[in-house]
Structures are given as C-alpha cells and as structure tokens.
C-alpha cells in the first residue's frame, strides 16, 4: 500500500499536494483529478465506456474524507463525489501525470472542446 505521509489541499493553487516516505512528491492540480475520478460516472463499467469530462477547468475541492485507512473521497464544487481514490491509484496518478494529462487534452482536442482559462 502506498499511503502518501502527506496529504495537503491547497486551494489558491488548485492543487492536491503528495508527499511520500521514499520522497517522492507531487502536485496534482483539481481538473486533472476530476477527469481521472475513478467513478463509474467518468470510467464507465468498462472498458470502452470512459466518458470524456469537459468544463472542468476551475473545479474546485471543498473537502477530503478518509475512506478506511486506504482511500479519500474527495468532494468536488460541481457536486462529484463518488470516486474513491485509493493510495495505489492516487500514487499512479502522480507518477503518469505528464502522460496522462497529454492524453486528456489529446482527447478534448479530437472532441473538438477548447479548454477555457481557469
């Protein structure tokens, strides 16, 4: 299980901040979360059923609860709150980011959506 040390909401910046025991950190911003929910709402039921999320540039975070002592849920703005994102896929979230991220906006762009600024 790899539960972060450190779990700290900051909400000017609009970021998740992680920090685990082999030092490992990292900042994932509130959009990106919200389009990787790991809800059925946003993956389906499977595979093939993902739903692309739009409109989700200024989401916000107004809480984080403890599933257990291996997940959070984390409340979001726009009423979302059914992912339960458990250490291991929070940590993968970190570590793909970049790729990740290319692939939503790969992904917005061929559903012809144009981001708006936060």
Do not use: C
């Amino acid at each position: 299980m790899n539960a972060p040390t450190e779990l700290k909401l900051r909400n000017k910046s609009r970021v998740l901040e992680l920090a685990y025991a082999d030092g490992a950190r990292f900042e994932l911003d509130f959009e990106y979360l919200r389009v990787y929910s790991p809800s059925a709402e946003v993956r389906g039921h499977g595979p093939g059923q993902e739903r692309l999320q739009t409109g989700k540039e200024a989401v916000g975070i107004t809480r984080i609860e403890p599933v257990g002592h291996y997940a959070v849920r984390l409340f979001f703005d726009d009423g979302h709150s059914t992912g339960l994102y458990n250490w291991d896929y929070l940590r993968e979230l970190g570590e793909k980011y970049e790729h990740n991220w290319q692939d939503y906006l790969d992904r917005l762009e061929a559903a012809g959506y144009a981001r708006q600024k936060a």
